[in-house]
């Protein structure tokens, strides 16, 4: 069956837009492999990244078919003008996992690129737009991406809603302090492992606001590597069962020699843990591993309990702390009433949204935690954005530094109530 967002029209307001700048935006075909690797051909220039190799590309256009795959072409370029895009974006419909565990569709972007040829001129203006006004016409509630820089996306109404932390572990200083684990750990490859690994990822992706669910390429990335990863050939994974024999973890990880061969480093891809035995018995794996030096992890929480475990709290210092998962709200009241609450009351918001998707006042009762949501007319007790109220739609503890900033104003420690989780949303991975 064919996803409704796939057949979905081009965005008439973008068309314009890029045709009065002499351009011309297209949805691409993606069973035409010849159009189809043109416009991964530009993707990868976006990102500065290798000339794709023929089997490259093939892998890439099987996983990538079904995303909603938009180009923009410079028909006057001589030669290549009318096949290879100077601009790119795809998109689809992700679940993504909000506070208390239940999903919301999401708008899922990425490839936004525009060649450096044509940039600054309007270009992603008129794609993100389109992206925004087709996931508005469709009913998606949220649209979310991961970014390459943070100064971007605020002016499209998105917001930093998840901050992730990256780690180094001097594993010659720390001694494993996390008690007994248990299960068994063992050696696996990728192809025998994956229909096991996609269902210890589902589980981990429904269990924390801010994860996605993951496509087969989202998911085989952080299994093993794809074709052209840097390191291939020097990936491990390795799989955690617990003593019943349930799969409930992996790790995925890349060791890097060093000068010294008693010093290597381990670069971990993907710690995947449905359960606390998992996590532990990862962890402790990983940093008793012989001949290594320093394990690196990206993109854990911020509430990571790594420090914990470990002997020296300071033999694991946090090595990086950013912004994550933008979210961008485009339907208030069904984003506001997919998540749940951890305490009942009754505000008025008053979102602005220069775009004009979520737009208005609106009072949020949530009662048992969970909430009703209804357009009205009364005083608003809180006034923000609609970049602030992404930031804090997956319970991110940003509402009283959004007040400080002047960003969110009225009953910021009401809203902050309301709002704010106890575990902080979290996405492990980028799309
Ligand atoms: C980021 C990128 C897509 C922007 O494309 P572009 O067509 O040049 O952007 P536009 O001309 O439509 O700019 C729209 C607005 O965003 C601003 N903007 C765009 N890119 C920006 C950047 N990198 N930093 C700061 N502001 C930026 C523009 O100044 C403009 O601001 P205005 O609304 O005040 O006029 C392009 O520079 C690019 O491909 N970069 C490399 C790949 C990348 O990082 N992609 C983003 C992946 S998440």
Redesign the pocket.
């Known amino acids: 069956m064919t996803e409704p967002y796939l057949t979905q029209p081009i965005d008439e307001q973008s068309a314009r837009a890029v045709s009065d700048a002499g351009l011309r935006l297209a949805i691409v075909d993606t069973s035409d492999d010849a159009a189809f690797d043109e416009w991964i051909r530009a993707d990868f220039r976006?990102?500065?990244s290798e000339h794709p190799k023929p089997e490259l590309l093939a892998e890439a256009r099987g996983y990538l078919r079904d995303r909603r795959t938009t180009a923009v072409y410079d028909d006057a370029i001589p030669d290549a003008g009318r096949t290879s895009p100077v601009?790119t974006v795809n998109s689809w419909i992700a679940p993504l996992t909000v506070p208390a565990g239940a999903t919301v569709d999401s708008w899922a972007i990425?490839?936004?690129?525009?060649?450096?040829t044509?940039?600054?001129?309007?270009?992603?203006?008129?794609?993100?737009g389109g992206e925004l006004r087709t996931a508005k016409a469709l009913g998606v509630p949220v649209a979310v991406?991961?970014?390459?820089?943070s100064?971007?996306?605020g002016?499209w109404g998105f917001g930093p809603a998840t901050s992730a932390t990256g780690w180094r572990v001097d594993t010659k200083r720390v001694r494993w302090a996390g008690g007994e684990t248990t299960g068994r750990l063992s050696f696996t490859q990728p192809d025998a492992y994956r229909q096991t690994a996609y269902d210890v990822l589902n589980r981990v992706m429904a269990g924390r606001a801010g994860e996605i669910a993951l496509s087969p390429y989202l998911a085989d990335r952080l299994i093993g590597p794809l074709t052209g990863t840097p390191d291939a050939d020097k990936y491990r994974l390795v799989r955690y069962d617990s003593p019943s024999g349930e799969p409930e973890g992996f790790v995925s990880y890349v060791v890097k020699d060093g000068d010294d061969f008693v010093r290597h480093t381990v670069e971990v891809t993907y710690l995947a843990a449905a359960t606390e035995a998992a996590y532990t018995a990862i962890w402790r794996y990983l940093l008793e591993l012989d001949l290594v030096a320093e394990v690196s992890i990206g993109v854990r929480g911020v509430d990571e309990p790594l420090p914990y475990l470990v002997s020296d709290v300071r033999g694991a210092r946090v090595a990086s702390v950013e912004d994550h998962l933008w979210v961008r709200i485009l339907d208030v009241p069904a984003a506001l009433t997919a998540r749940r609450y951890e305490r009942d009351g009754s505000l008025v918001l008053e979102v602005s949204d220069d775009l004009g998707f979520a737009a208005g006042r609106y009072r949020l009762s949530v009662s048992d935690g969970s909430a009703e949501v209804t357009a009205t007319t009364d005083a608003p007790d809180v006034s923000l954005s609609v970049s602030a109220l992404g930031s804090v739609y997956l319970g991110q503890d940003a509402a009283r530094g959004l007040a400080v900033a002047g960003k969110l104003t009225g009953d910021a420690p009401a809203f902050d109530a309301l709002f704010r989780t106890s575990q902080p949303p979290l996405l492990s991975t980028w799309f």
């Open positions: 976006g990102f500065h601009g990425s490839s936004v690129t525009v060649a450096p044509h940039r600054r001129r309007g270009v992603a203006r008129a794609l993100l991406l991961t970014v390459s820089e100064v971007i996306y002016r």
